[in-house]
């Protein structure tokens, strides 16, 4: 029997840094929340329509990205069920900076501009929670261009593999053994290249002794040489 998808109530009451709004503020912003849905492969906004408001994913996985002129696709983040996407907030009539798309099925709160206006001049520490959340994701988005503008995909790749192991061990999850639930395609995305880079960036870290690769697997295989590999020496010795 499949499980009916929170409130909104109950949703936003698990959202990190929301749920340290007063209770009152959070019932507010829950009768406000409108609910979208968007079928796999369609969007939630597209870049270029006017913002709408503050997003909570209530299911499925979205994709927050830019597409290139030639077709060529950066994802910006993913955004899974009790995450935010801030992009939309905004009080100057502007755009969308970035499209939003449903990964798999998806459905979203979205809680109008206008509203959070009308509630932030009544009680100022939503609009204080809003500029944090979008300063958050501002820190989070140069980080990603400079990743993109001073690093080989190599790197890139070796960065992304480690912040998976990372997040794995933090769940207590095998972190040696990482299972390939992102297509080449999407992680293309994530890190700025084509498929076909990753490929080569994959077959890279296997020759140094990193990874063993195979279709259905990613075995790390030695984490300090993939760690150096991402990061450089410096970081890979002050760890040992």
């Known amino acids: 029997m499949a ?3 929170r409130t909104a109530d109950e949703l936003l009451k698990d959202v990190s840094k929301l749920n340290q709004l007063p209770a009152a503020d ?6 406000a929340a409108e609910v979208r849905k968007a079928p ?7 870049e270029g329509q006017q913002a709408e408001g503050l997003w909570v994913v209530r299911t499925g996985e979205v994709k927050l990205t830019k597409s290139g002129r030639d077709g060529r696709e950066q994802i910006v983040y993913l955004a899974r069920p009790g995450k935010v996407i801030v992009e939309g907030v905004r009080f100057d009539g502007g755009t969308y900076p970035a499209s939003a798309v449903a990964m798999r099925a998806a459905s979203a ?7 959070l206006a009308s509630l ?13 959340l979008r300063a958050k994701r501002s820190d989070r988005t140069l ?8 690093r080989t995909v190599p790197a890139r790749l070796a960065s992304f593999l480690c912040t998976l192991v990372a997040m794995r061990e933090a769940k207590g999850q095998d972190a040696k053994n990482l299972v390939r639930d992102l297509t080449t395609e999407t992680v293309a995305g994530r890190l700025g290249t084509v498929r ?8 890279y870290l296997e020759r140094q002794g ?17 760690e150096q590999i991402a990061y450089g020496p410096k970081k890979s010795s002050s760890a040992s």
């Not at 980080?143 to 001073?150: F, H, I, R, W």
């Open 26 to 31: 959070l019932k507010a912003l829950a009768e």
């Open 120 to 132: 932030g001049e009544r009680r100022p520490g939503v609009l204080r929670l809003l500029v944090d």
């Open 210 to 226: 990193a990874l063993s690769v195979s279709p259905d697997l990613i075995e790390i295989k030695d984490l300090a040489r993939l």
């Open 40 to 46: 796999k492969g369609a969007p939630l906004f597209s």
């Open 196 to 203: 076909e880079e990753i490929s080569r960036g994959l077959a």
């Open 3 to 5: 499980i009916a998808p």
């Open 143 to 150: 980080a990603l261009v400079s990743d993109l503008s001073l």
């Open 109 to 115: 709160l979205v809680i109008s501009n206008e509203f």
